[in-house]
């Protein structure tokens, strides 16, 4: 058996009969200390268990033993500083990277402190927290809040500038290891999907949408989930439910029985009316194995998308322009010698240094990264056209890809032009998309953005549209194909008139207004004869009640009369609601806005039955962007640095 090295063995024997347990030898005490579960191997016992006994029963060895760990600790140093004098290398400072050991740590703190570049408190064992003081739990959750909240890898904890700001901030706390932080996590993770149940219950919201997608990273498929829902304080929630991996094939019904799975668990597939994602094949064969109360609404984003593709992105003109672009930039990002000069030329161009700029590169799966990478090299042109002058790099930079691949990087005026033309008409688009992306963005903006996009791209005759009106008709005929049937969708003709901010301002086609006003007055009128809708009643199975002429001015004159009292005082019609509510001002807030109606509406039947119609209807996102932004914070989670 090996022999036992550390100090704390001086205090200890272990129990013959159970090789778990350890006998305190102090004044004779005999107490068995328990080092772990039994069954549990030799390597995997801990010695905290007797630290913990000696503090407590017998405070003299316990300061005995403090003051041979420092020795021990002291000896260690002097050894290794001796060898290195014996190497006659020159000692330098301590390791500065992940200081794993206590040893390392010691050292490090004891040179940092010593040195004439910082100060740090004491660090020695007399004086730090035990691991059960309040004290030091407080600071390990907070270590361990960190590293989730900041998407820290556990390394961070070895390294040894947070261990020195650490040791500034409370010299009497040890930072633990990055394995017994690890060891946190699960607990932390059950404690968080306790709390996400305890508030989905709390909440008890009456509708639910969902936004889901899919991604590959490491090998490996994954899915995000997220759910939406408006409080009874008309505050927007988007709660994270489910992010993992998935290696199996993401076919229709795999995909719809692992959402109907996640729902089921945590309590909302009755109320989840709407879901999110984008508009491959995969996920419309999905809604076929999904309940039939569940309707599908395609990613607004993505459609946008589409269109910029179709008719900009992948025009072979623009696509060898950028492809271009691309190539100077790329060079530029590993070229230290273009970047100097680039800069030299904006100073030669007598521009200020705070107009100076670098390059952006771009993300060819992402239409945004390739405006923005145009953006900026127009802003450059004047100095980019210097460089490519220079003999250095006239012919140096050449194309990767496409049809001018190996060919050197030169840009025309009708290069130029062109890309002035591109960036010029993607411009709404990108002010369109970041709208749709926000996260409080409501599926009550799409209608008025496809509205307000197709105007900007209505044909002028302003020296300004030269040269893109083609280009305009094109994306024109493209949205309008794509994009036909959403004034005539109740998911989203509804939400926009449920919108304060929009209401039936922003619809193109008067039939498609007056149809969805009829589609509301007739949903209020279910809702207030019945209480909350049932989510068995679609939208689609809602009656459109129509348009009778003579007959139904007749009807209105009988009603009228109906609806007078005895003391001669109209009573309110939903038919006056929705009027009154439409013929009012547009407002400049949603959700708050219909906070203040529904207070003011305590003892207003029609009106509190409108406001639950549009709690429902105002829940759903545009797009599923949030689960494009969960993509990139599980990438970071999983950044092999760990």
């Given at each position: 058996?090996?022999?036992?090295?550390?100090?704390?063995?001086?205090?200890?024997?272990?129990?013959?009969?159970?090789?778990?347990?350890?006998?305190?030898?102090?004044?004779?005490?005999?107490?068995?200390?328990?080092?772990?579960?039994?069954?549990?191997?030799?390597?995997?016992?801990?010695?905290?268990?007797?630290?913990?006994?000696?503090?407590?029963?017998?405070?003299?060895?316990?300061?005995?033993?403090?003051?041979?760990?420092?020795?021990?600790?002291?000896?260690?140093?002097?050894?290794?500083?001796?060898?290195?004098?014996?190497?006659?290398?020159?000692?330098?400072?301590?390791?500065?990277?992940?200081?794993?050991?206590?040893?390392?740590?010691?050292?490090?703190?004891?040179?940092?402190?010593?040195?004439?570049?910082?100060?740090?408190?004491?660090?020695?064992?007399?004086?730090?927290?035990?691991?059960?003081?309040?004290?030091?739990?407080?600071?390990?959750?907070?270590?361990?809040?960190?590293?989730?909240?900041?998407?820290?890898?556990?390394?961070?904890?070895?390294?040894?500038?947070?261990?020195?700001?650490?040791?500034?901030?409370?010299?009497?706390?040890?930072?633990?290891?990055?394995?017994?932080?690890?060891?946190?996590?699960?607990?932390?993770?059950?404690?968080?999907?306790?709390?996400?149940?305890?508030?989905?219950?709390?909440?008890?919201?009456?509708?639910?949408?969902?936004?889901?997608?899919?991604?590959?990273?490491?090998?490996?498929?994954?899915?995000?989930?997220?759910?939406?829902?408006?409080?009874?304080?008309?505050?927007?929630?988007?709660?994270?439910?489910?992010?993992?991996?998935?290696?199996?094939?993401?076919?229709?019904?795999?995909?719809?029985?692992?959402?109907?799975?996640?729902?089921?668990?945590?309590?909302?597939?009755?109320?989840?009316?709407?879901?999110?994602?984008?508009?491959?094949?995969?996920?419309?064969?999905?809604?076929?194995?999904?309940?039939?109360?569940?309707?599908?609404?395609?990613?607004?984003?993505?459609?946008?998308?589409?269109?910029?593709?179709?008719?900009?992105?992948?025009?072979?003109?623009?696509?060898?322009?950028?492809?271009?672009?691309?190539?100077?930039?790329?060079?530029?990002?590993?070229?230290?010698?273009?970047?100097?000069?680039?800069?030299?030329?904006?100073?030669?161009?007598?521009?200020?240094?705070?107009?100076?700029?670098?390059?952006?590169?771009?993300?060819?799966?992402?239409?945004?990264?390739?405006?923005?990478?145009?953006?900026?090299?127009?802003?450059?042109?004047?100095?980019?056209?210097?460089?490519?002058?220079?003999?250095?790099?006239?012919?140096?930079?050449?194309?990767?890809?496409?049809?001018?691949?190996?060919?050197?990087?030169?840009?025309?005026?009708?290069?130029?032009?062109?890309?002035?033309?591109?960036?010029?008409?993607?411009?709404?688009?990108?002010?369109?998309?970041?709208?749709?992306?926000?996260?409080?963005?409501?599926?009550?903006?799409?209608?008025?953005?496809?509205?307000?996009?197709?105007?900007?791209?209505?044909?002028?005759?302003?020296?300004?549209?030269?040269?893109?009106?083609?280009?305009?008709?094109?994306?024109?005929?493209?949205?309008?194909?794509?994009?036909?049937?959403?004034?005539?969708?109740?998911?989203?003709?509804?939400?926009?008139?449920?919108?304060?901010?929009?209401?039936?301002?922003?619809?193109?086609?008067?039939?498609?207004?007056?149809?969805?006003?009829?589609?509301?007055?007739?949903?209020?009128?279910?809702?207030?004869?019945?209480?909350?809708?049932?989510?068995?009643?679609?939208?689609?199975?809602?009656?459109?009640?129509?348009?009778?002429?003579?007959?139904?001015?007749?009807?209105?004159?009988?009603?009228?009369?109906?609806?007078?009292?005895?003391?001669?005082?109209?009573?309110?019609?939903?038919?006056?609601?929705?009027?009154?509510?439409?013929?009012?001002?547009?407002?400049?807030?949603?959700?708050?806005?219909?906070l203040k109606f529904e207070t003011e509406s305590k003892d207003k039947k029609i009106q509190l039955a409108l406001c639950r119609i549009a709690k429902q209807y105002l829940t759903p996102p545009p797009t599923s962007t949030n689960c494009e932004r969960l993509f990139s914070v599980a990438g970071q989670i999983m950044d092999e640095k760990g």
């Open positions: 058996m090996p022999p036992k090295l550390s100090p704390i063995w001086e205090y200890f024997e272990e129990d013959k009969s159970d090789d778990t347990k350890v006998l305190c030898k102090v004044g004779g005490c005999k107490v068995k200390v328990s080092r772990g579960k039994t069954g549990t191997s030799k390597a995997k016992l801990s010695n905290a268990p007797m630290m913990q006994h000696l503090k407590l029963h017998h405070p003299k060895q316990n300061l005995e033993l403090m003051k041979k760990k420092d020795a021990k600790n002291k000896a260690v140093a002097e050894k290794r500083k001796a060898d290195d004098d014996d190497d006659e290398i020159e000692t330098g400072p301590a390791k500065l990277w992940n200081l794993r050991t206590n040893a390392q740590r010691q050292e490090f703190l004891h040179q940092a402190k010593v040195s004439d570049w910082c100060m740090a408190g004491s660090t020695s064992q007399e004086s730090t927290y035990d691991i059960h003081d309040l004290r030091a739990r407080e600071r390990h959750k907070g270590v361990l809040m960190m590293v989730i909240l900041d998407l820290q890898p556990w390394s961070i904890v070895n390294d040894p500038g947070f261990l020195y700001y650490s040791n500034t901030l409370d010299p009497h706390y040890k930072v633990a290891s990055d394995k017994f932080y690890r060891g946190l996590l699960s607990k932390t993770y059950e404690k968080g999907v306790k709390k996400l149940e305890v508030k989905i219950e709390r909440d008890n919201p009456e509708t639910v949408c969902c936004q889901l997608d899919g991604w590959s990273a490491y090998r490996h498929g994954y899915i995000g989930l997220l759910v939406n829902y408006i409080t009874t304080g008309w505050k927007r929630v988007s709660l994270c439910l489910a992010c993992g991996p998935y290696d199996g094939h993401h076919t229709g019904e795999n995909l719809g029985g692992w959402l109907e799975d996640k729902l089921e668990k945590w309590k909302v597939l009755d109320k989840t009316t709407v879901t999110v994602s984008d508009t491959a094949s995969n996920m419309l064969k999905m809604m076929q194995f999904l309940p039939e109360h569940m309707t599908h609404n395609g990613c607004l984003n993505h459609v946008l998308q589409l269109t910029i593709n179709d008719e900009v992105l992948e025009k072979p003109e623009v696509k060898n322009m950028i492809l271009s672009v691309r190539a100077f930039t790329n060079y530029a990002a590993t070229s230290i010698l273009l970047s100097a000069a680039l800069r030299k030329k904006q100073e030669a161009l007598g521009w200020e240094e705070k107009d100076h700029r670098a390059l952006v590169q771009d993300v060819k799966t992402r239409w945004n990264s390739s405006f923005d990478m145009l953006e900026r090299f127009l802003y450059l042109q004047e100095p980019i056209k210097k460089v490519l002058e220079d003999e250095e790099w006239k012919d140096k930079i050449t194309v990767k890809t496409g049809s001018n691949a190996g060919k050197s990087v030169k840009f025309t005026n009708s290069d130029w032009k062109l890309m002035e033309k591109a960036v010029k008409v993607l411009g709404t688009f990108k002010e369109a998309t970041l709208k749709l992306s926000s996260a409080s963005a409501c599926i009550s903006q799409s209608i008025p953005t496809i509205t307000s996009i197709l105007h900007t791209l209505k044909p002028s005759n302003l020296i300004t549209d030269h040269g893109v009106k083609d280009l305009k008709r094109r994306l024109r005929e493209n949205l309008n194909r794509r994009l036909d049937y959403i004034e005539e969708s109740d998911i989203h003709s509804i939400a926009t008139l449920l919108d304060p901010r929009y209401k039936n301002s922003y619809f193109r086609s008067d039939e498609a207004k007056q149809k969805a006003e009829r589609r509301l007055l007739q949903l209020l009128k279910v809702e207030v004869s019945s209480g909350p809708l049932s989510r068995q009643n679609s939208l689609e199975e809602v009656e459109d009640p129509g348009t009778c002429d003579g007959l139904e001015a007749a009807f209105k004159a009988i009603q009228q009369n109906a609806r007078r009292t005895d003391d001669g005082v109209t009573k309110e019609t939903e038919e006056d609601a929705i009027k009154t509510y439409l013929s009012e001002k547009l407002e400049t807030s949603c959700l708050s806005w219909w």
